[in-house]
C-alpha cells in the first residue's frame, strides 16, 4: 500500500511547491518563486516514472497529477507574471490575459486526459512547460515591458491548447533501483536553486523557451505548407477550366 502512494507524493510535492510559489511571489521573492515552480516540474517529471518503476500507476494518481498541473504550471505562473509585470494597466485587460493561461492550461490537461495521443509526441504545449517558461519570463520584467510579456503569455496559452506536436521525454523509464535516490535529486535541486536563484531560473529559461519555440516553428511551417496546397489546387484548377 505505500509502495502505491509514493508517486502520489511526488504530485503532492509538486502541488506544495506551486503554492509556495504564487505566496513567494506576493512576497515579492520572485527569483525564488520562479524557482519553486522549476522544482514542481522536477517532480512532475518523476511521478510518472516513479509509478512506471514501481508498478504503482493510477486513474488516482493521473486526476491527482492533472489537478495539481493546473495550480503549479497554470495558476502559479499566470498569478507570479501578474505580480511582477502588469502594474498600471487596464484592470480588465491583465485580469483576462491572466485568466486565458490556466483556463488555456486546464483545457490542455482536459484533452490530454480524454484524447488518445500519438506515441513519442504532446498534441500541444505540456502545460509544466509553458508555466515553467512563463515563471522565468517573469524574471525579465525589468528589461521586458509588459505588452510583450501580454503577447509572450498569449502565444503560450495558443500553444497549449493548439495540436502541435512535441517530443514527449516523460517515457524514458527510471530503474526500480534509482526510485530511492529520487528524493535525493529533489533536494539537491532546491539547494542549488535556493543558493543561485537568479542564475538557475535565468539559464533554465532557454532550454525551455527553445522547447515551446520549436512547436510554433512546426506550426508556422504547417501553416505556410497549407498554404502552398491551397495555391497549388487553386491553379490546378484554374488551369482544368482555361
Known sequence: MFTKSIPNMFTLGNLFLGMVGIMLAFDN?????????????????????????????????KELDSLSDVISFGVAPALIMYVTSFHGMHH???????????????????????????????IGLPIPAAGGVLATLSLFHKEISAPYMIIGMLILSYLMV?????????????????????PVVIIAGVAVAV??????????????????????KQNVEKLTRRRHQDQSTDQKVFNDHS
Do not use: H
Open 29 to 61: 521573492k520572485l527569483s525564488l518563486a520562479a524557482i519553486m515552480i522549476i522544482i514542481a516540474m522536477l517532480c512532475d517529471g518523476l511521478d510518472g516514472r516513479v509509478a512506471r518503476a514501481l508498478n504503482a500507476q493510477s486513474e488516482f494518481g
Open 92 to 122: 480588465a485587460l491583465i485580469w483576462t490575459v491572466t485568466a486565458i493561461f490556466p483556463i488555456c492550461g486546464a483545457l490542455r490537461l482536459a484533452r490530454f486526459n480524454v484524447q488518445s495521443g500519438i506515441p513519442g509526441y504532446f
Open 162 to 182: 493548439s495540436t502541435v506536436k512535441y517530443p514527449n521525454f516523460k517515457k524514458v523509464g527510471l530503474p526500480k533501483k534509482a526510485v530511492m535516490y529520487a
Open 195 to 216: 543558493i543561485f536563484p537568479d542564475q538557475l531560473s535565468k539559464l533554465i529559461f532557454v532550454p525551455l523557451v527553445l522547447y515551446a519555440a520549436y512547436g510554433l
